[in-house]
């Protein structure tokens, strides 16, 4: 008889015993997949660097009062800022995300642009677009 099976492995100070390996294996892979859905939506790592950018941005100009939308590049992001309707600061907006939640705006406070303006931000994640075109104003 094989002596491995009649004696547990010694694996630090684990005992791990043969019939124990697939049980294991079970263990780790719910872990993986326990750590890959940790890594997704507005918990992801992607998705906590775009929210410092926003957030960088609005420190940098929280004095700054625009009269009209402004975009700026930060750390590879296009980042839109407009006039805030109660003329009380900027809202940023992240143009080109690329994890979700999809939609950034920060600080949640009120703005209008109007369709000249909106057409003038350039290339704009189709999302973005869209909520965006919600508060075109003419």
């Known amino acids: 008889m094989?002596?491995?099976?009649?004696?547990?492995?010694?694996?630090g100070?684990?005992?791990?015993?043969?019939?124990?390996?697939r049980f294991s294996r079970l263990i780790v892979l719910i872990a993986m997949l326990f750590a890959l859905t940790a890594c997704s939506g507005t918990e992801s790592f992607g998705s906590k660097s775009e929210w410092?950018?926003?957030q960088g941005l609005e420190f940098d100009h929280r004095v700054d009062r625009l009269s009209a939308p402004v975009v700026l590049n930060a750390s590879g992001y296009r980042v839109a800022g407009f006039p805030r309707t109660d003329a009380a600061?900027?809202?940023w907006v992240m143009l080109n995300p690329k994890s979700t939640p999809l939609y950034k705006q920060l600080p949640q406070a009120s703005?209008?642009?109007?369709s000249a303006q909106l057409a003038g931000l350039g290339s704009i994640?189709?999302?973005v677009l869209a909520r965006l075109k919600s508060h075109v104003r003419e």
């Open 2 to 11: 094989n002596d491995s099976a009649q004696h547990p492995r010694m694996w």
């Open 13 to 21: 100070l684990l005992v791990v015993r043969p019939h124990m390996t």
């Open 52 to 54: 410092s950018v926003l």
């Open 89 to 91: 600061g900027t809202v």
């Open 111 to 114: 703005f209008s642009l109007s």
């Open 125 to 127: 994640e189709p999302s």
